[in-house]
């Protein structure tokens, strides 16, 4: 195979990670991948920074995708394969081969994101939920992270990086995202919940034939509202511009599920990502979502 290029996002947060030995195993791996699957390798994609990611073409003819994460915690490679197993390609993009061993995915081919069609975020949401409900399924028994312990670590990390950051927020923010991660910690219940995707936001939606798949999955046992969440997260600033329960009301409605637990889920993730986005560098953004939270606090 031609020498493997490794885009610089990639390479610099594996260097940073103390990764160097896998960057320098990468190509090996790559082409062991190529031998047992059948494929071979196109050019890479420049734009994620936790998994090296190439287009390929499988021996058939069709065209794939190669994903390798970031060799960080065998957990997370293990969370998307069980997602994009059990999706069966229904929601998500669908899987052809995958090692969890070495992190790797063989997968469907699909189009532009979501966020290269410029839509309204209205439109954007009813897209997003739309392709949500696809993936919803019972999921009790794979392994999977519930939707309480997801609450938890959302809460420790809220509070944690709030003092790391220097407290860029007030804490009357904090303590509202806290006591919402709360509630739907004790309203988990393992038979009402289901499979959700975790991550859902235009960047993640490509187009596919006859509408969106999803990709990179985190995966969790959770209440459906979790994933609406997510969704309440985005946007931040038309969140602003009214009423922001207008937002969880429509969402609520375009897939049934319930106005508080979306609500509320939303208010913890606006808060953890706010400060994920600070943390590296996306001032503006995280600087818009804490402004969003602030409103929220008030109006929750």
């Given at each position: 195979?031609?020498?493997?290029t490794?885009?610089?996002?990639?390479?610099?947060?594996?260097?940073?990670?103390?990764?160097?030995?896998?960057?320098?195993?990468?190509?090996g791996?790559v082409?062991?991948?190529?031998?047992?699957?059948?494929?071979?390798?196109?050019?890479?994609?420049?734009?994620?920074?936790?998994?090296?990611?190439?287009?390929?073409?499988?021996?058939?003819?069709?065209?794939?995708?190669?994903?390798?994460?970031?060799?960080?915690?065998?957990?997370?490679?293990?969370?998307?394969?069980t997602v994009?197993?059990?999706?069966?390609?229904?929601?998500?993009?669908?899987?052809?081969?995958?090692?969890?061993?070495?992190?790797?995915?063989?997968?469907e081919?699909?189009?532009?994101?979501?966020?290269?069609?410029?839509?309204?975020?209205?439109?954007?949401?009813?897209?997003?939920?739309?392709?949500a409900?696809?993936v919803?399924?019972?999921?009790?028994?794979?392994?999977?992270?519930?939707?309480?312990?997801?609450?938890?670590?959302?809460?420790?990390?809220?509070?944690?990086?709030?003092?790391?950051?220097?407290?860029?927020c007030?804490?009357?923010?904090?303590a509202?995202a806290?006591?919402c991660?709360?509630?739907?910690?004790?309203?988990?219940?393992?038979?009402?919940?289901?499979?959700?995707?975790?991550?859902?936001?235009?960047?993640?939606?490509?187009?596919a034939?006859?509408?969106?798949?999803?990709?990179?999955?985190?995966?969790?046992?959770?209440?459906?509202?979790y994933?609406?969440?997510?969704?309440?997260?985005?946007?931040?600033?038309?969140?602003?511009q009214?009423?922001?329960?207008?937002?969880?009301?429509?969402?609520?409605?375009?897939?049934?599920?319930?106005?508080?637990?979306?609500?509320?889920?939303?208010?913890?993730?606006?808060?953890?990502?706010?400060?994920?986005?600070?943390?590296?560098?996306?001032?503006?953004?995280?600087?818009?979502?804490?402004?969003?939270?602030?409103?929220?606090?008030?109006?929750?």
């Open positions: 195979m031609p020498p493997l490794v885009p610089d996002a990639v390479r610099n947060k594996a260097a940073l990670a103390g990764l160097d030995g896998w960057l320098d195993a990468l190509p791996i082409a062991g991948l190529e031998a047992e699957w059948g494929f071979t390798t196109g050019a890479p994609f420049i734009d994620g920074s936790e998994a090296f990611v190439a287009s390929v073409t499988r021996s058939d003819g069709t065209p794939a995708v190669l994903k390798v994460l970031l060799p960080r915690d065998d957990a997370i490679a293990l969370h998307e394969i994009l197993q059990l999706a069966g390609g229904e929601g998500c993009a669908r899987l052809f081969a995958a090692d969890p061993a070495r992190g790797a995915m063989l997968l081919r699909l189009g532009p994101s979501l966020s290269t069609l410029n839509l309204p975020a209205d439109e954007r949401q009813a897209i997003l939920c739309e392709t409900r696809r919803w399924r019972p999921a009790a028994g794979w392994g999977l992270p519930t939707g309480a312990e997801k609450g938890r670590w959302l809460i420790d990390y809220i509070i944690e990086t709030w003092e790391t950051l220097g407290r860029p007030s804490e009357r923010a904090i509202y806290v006591s991660a709360e509630r739907r910690i004790s309203a988990h219940d393992d038979e009402r919940s289901v499979l959700v995707h975790g991550d859902i936001h235009q960047w993640n939606a490509l187009q034939p006859g509408g969106f798949k999803l990709v990179d999955p985190d995966g969790l046992l959770a209440e459906a509202e994933d609406l969440g997510v969704i309440m997260r985005e946007d931040p600033v038309e969140l602003l009214g009423d922001p329960h207008e937002r969880s009301r429509r969402l609520a409605r375009l897939t049934g599920c319930d106005e508080r637990a979306t609500w509320e889920w939303g208010a913890a993730e606006r808060v953890s990502t706010a400060f994920v986005l600070l943390g590296i560098g996306f001032e503006s953004v995280g600087r818009e979502m804490l402004a969003a939270a602030e409103f929220c606090a008030v109006e929750g």
